[in-house]
């Protein structure tokens, strides 16, 4: 079944995001990942089969994974420890939800790259920077940096978030905030991606989102799902132009070849197309943690 939409009654709707519904749970937060997919800020009218418990353990892996390194916030994934009043939705919970622990989060995109792509390659090939740090001239689209940068992003409440400059995210959100969210931001990309090339994966470049729960600073939201990041098969890589990928990129190259302007509505996705996608997401799940969805 694909789930493009909860319906939790007598919930209340906190938010229902490109991909995530979220609900009130007393003083908690309940975290629904959905099969909804977007490219181009436009929500397709075609659910992905299985992408919403490929990114929901997915993200949970991370955590895991993480956990020594920065505190998060979740509380618990398992739908049998849920309050009463979640337990009539079990059905549509399990495998996709997460009741995590209301955070304040900070409204930065932060952005590791360790490739040069996507608007860091469109960006380079104009000035030879990325969000103001100037790269070695000669780099080719998909080259691997010398060192992974830190590369911040506003968070738009539509459209495309907006590559900002180190100092401009200090202007906004001060130089011990940020130097923190850096250094943290690129000691977690550097230990996930060393740990993904063992297992056969390049992670290309990723985003993070922090908050601080009781004045401690945590990892929230999602972590280095194919949604939030370029994942590339290592045996196939070949810089000078785009690569092969297991995440939404497919569906994007899809819609560009379509006579489509990039504004709603979004044109439904063939079949085929669709469970090739949920292929390559649960491609990726299994090589990253050795097991099946």
């Given at each position: 079944?694909?789930?493009?939409?909860?319906?939790?009654?007598?919930?209340?709707?906190r938010?229902r995001?490109?991909?995530?519904d979220?609900?009130?749970?007393?003083?908690?937060?309940?975290l629904?990942t959905?099969d909804r997919?977007?490219?181009?800020?436009c929500?397709?009218?075609?659910?992905?089969?299985?992408?919403g418990?490929?990114?929901?353990?997915t993200?949970?892996f991370w955590?895991?994974?993480?956990k020594?390194?920065i505190?998060?916030?979740?509380?618990?994934?398992?739908?049998?420890?849920?309050?009463?009043e979640?337990?009539?939705f079990a059905?549509?919970?399990?495998?996709?939800?997460?009741?995590v622990k209301?955070?304040d989060?900070?409204q930065?995109?932060c952005?590791?790259?360790?490739?040069?792509?996507?608007?860091?390659w469109?960006?380079?090939?104009?000035?030879?920077e990325?969000c103001?740090?100037?790269?070695?001239?000669g780099?080719?689209?998909?080259s691997?940096?010398?060192e992974?940068?830190?590369?911040?992003?506003?968070?738009?409440?539509?459209?495309?978030?907006?590559?900002i400059?180190?100092?401009q995210?200090?202007?906004?959100?001060?130089?011990?905030?940020?130097?923190?969210?850096?250094d943290?931001t690129l000691g977690?990309?550097q230990?996930?991606?060393?740990?993904?090339?063992?297992?056969?994966?390049?992670?290309?470049d990723?985003?993070f989102?922090?908050?601080f729960i009781n004045?401690?600073?945590?990892?929230?939201?999602e972590?280095?799902?194919?949604?939030s990041?370029r994942?590339?098969p290592?045996?196939?890589?070949?810089?000078?132009?785009?690569?092969?990928?297991?995440d939404?990129?497919?569906?994007?190259?899809?819609?560009?070849?379509l006579h489509?302007?990039?504004?709603?509505?979004?044109?439904?996705?063939p079949e085929?197309?669709?469970?090739?996608?949920?292929?390559?997401?649960?491609?990726?799940?299994?090589?990253?943690?050795?097991?099946?969805?």
């Amino acid at each position: 079944m694909v789930l493009t939409e909860t319906n939790l009654p007598g919930l209340k709707l906190r938010a229902r995001g490109k991909v995530r519904d979220i609900y009130e749970v007393g003083d908690h937060l309940l975290l629904v990942t959905t099969d909804r997919i977007s490219a181009f800020d436009c929500i397709l009218p075609t659910g992905i089969p299985r992408k919403g418990e490929v990114l929901n353990r997915t993200s949970l892996f991370w955590f895991g994974f993480l956990k020594d390194t920065i505190e998060n916030h979740i509380i618990t994934a398992d739908v049998a420890e849920y309050p009463p009043e979640l337990q009539p939705f079990a059905g549509q919970l399990r495998g996709r939800s997460v009741l995590v622990k209301k955070a304040d989060m900070i409204q930065l995109e932060c952005v590791a790259r360790g490739y040069l792509s996507g608007s860091g390659w469109k960006e380079y090939q104009s000035t030879g920077e990325v969000c103001g740090i100037a790269l070695p001239s000669g780099l080719l689209e998909s080259s691997r940096l010398p060192e992974p940068i830190f590369t911040p992003a506003t968070k738009a409440e539509s459209g495309h978030d907006i590559n900002i400059s180190f100092e401009q995210a200090v202007e906004s959100f001060g130089s011990a905030l940020v130097s923190r969210l850096r250094d943290l931001t690129l000691g977690i990309y550097q230990k996930a991606a060393a740990y993904a090339e063992t297992r056969g994966i390049i992670i290309a470049d990723t985003k993070f989102e922090f908050g601080f729960i009781n004045g401690r600073l945590v990892l929230a939201d999602e972590v280095l799902t194919p949604d939030s990041s370029r994942f590339w098969p290592q045996d196939r890589y070949n810089p000078g132009g785009p690569q092969p990928s297991y995440d939404k990129q497919f569906v994007r190259d899809y819609l560009e070849s379509l006579h489509w302007n990039k504004t709603p509505p979004a044109p439904v996705l063939p079949e085929d197309v669709a469970q090739r996608t949920s292929e390559k997401y649960q491609q990726a799940y299994r090589l990253l943690t050795g097991q099946s969805i």
